[in-house]
């Protein structure tokens, strides 16, 4: 087994044990993104989801420039993920600098943050799309087909453990795990903010220290944060 394979093979039993009672959309998000980027060679990755009203929202991004961006593609109400969640479809390989007539204000402001190729997958389930995945890429490299049903199978296994849990539960309990999830990533953009003032780093190095922490010590991404706000955590403590 390649390098490769094995971190898919891992990635998918990842993902899969999301499917447990001790549930969480970041977690699963996280994973999700940051797999997305090591297995397919793509720059940067974000996610939006439907809230309970039905809206979109931006649940995670790999970058501080990424997640304006998705910010921006949101309220200019066009570009990859409006589109892959609005017709259920993967786009894959649009380059940017052809996509002005497609999408006029987005695909510029795109160009101008270094990126050059975009694709998005929906996630989806019986054609039920909840959301899609974005991924950037800042050279002409191009994603195979392999690569793109790689991307589609990651994103459909979190779409089935996102929505095995609402079909195990209350559809109000799922409305408040997607709220949560959203305040969580609000608090995380917040503390992003004080590790990189504490420790006068870079919001995107900041993020990483918070990851890595997590992930180095077995607790959630908003187990962290929650630390840091309290005090028992500091930027300095995160890269012990």
């Known amino acids: 087994m390649t390098q490769r394979e094995d971190l898919l093979a891992r990635t998918m039993v990842d993902l899969a044990d999301s499917l447990v009672d001790d549930f969480d959309v970041v977690d699963l998000l996280t994973i999700l993104t940051d797999r997305c980027i090591e297995l397919l060679g793509v720059s940067a990755s974000g996610i939006v989801l439907r809230d309970p009203t039905g809206a979109l929202r931006v649940m995670l991004s790999s970058s501080d420039a990424m997640h304006l961006l998705e910010l921006f593609e949101l309220q200019a109400a ?34 101008e943050a270094g990126f050059r190729t975009v694709h998005a997958f929906p996630m989806r389930l019986r054609g039920e799309v909840i959301g899609a995945l974005n991924l950037f890429s800042v050279d002409d490299g191009v994603l195979s087909d392999a690569d793109a049903r790689m991307a589609q199978a990651l994103t459909d296994v979190a779409t089935i453990s996102i929505l095995q849990h609402r079909i195990a539960s209350e559809a109000q309990t ?63 403590s995160l890269g012990r």
């Open 78 to 111: 066009e570009g990859p993920c409006l589109e892959c969640v609005h017709d259920g479809r993967s786009l894959v390989n649009v380059v940017l600098a052809a996509a002005g007539d497609r999408w006029p204000r987005f695909a510029p402001l795109a160009s």
């Open 174 to 236: 799922l409305n408040a795990q997607l709220n949560h999830a959203l305040q969580s990533r609000i608090r995380i953009e917040q503390v992003k903010g004080m590790v990189a003032e504490q420790g006068g780093l870079a919001m995107d190095r900041a993020f990483d220290l918070l990851r890595d922490h997590a992930r180095s010590h077995n607790r959630r991404l908003v187990e962290v944060a929650e630390a840091v706000i309290a005090g028992t955590a500091t930027a300095a």
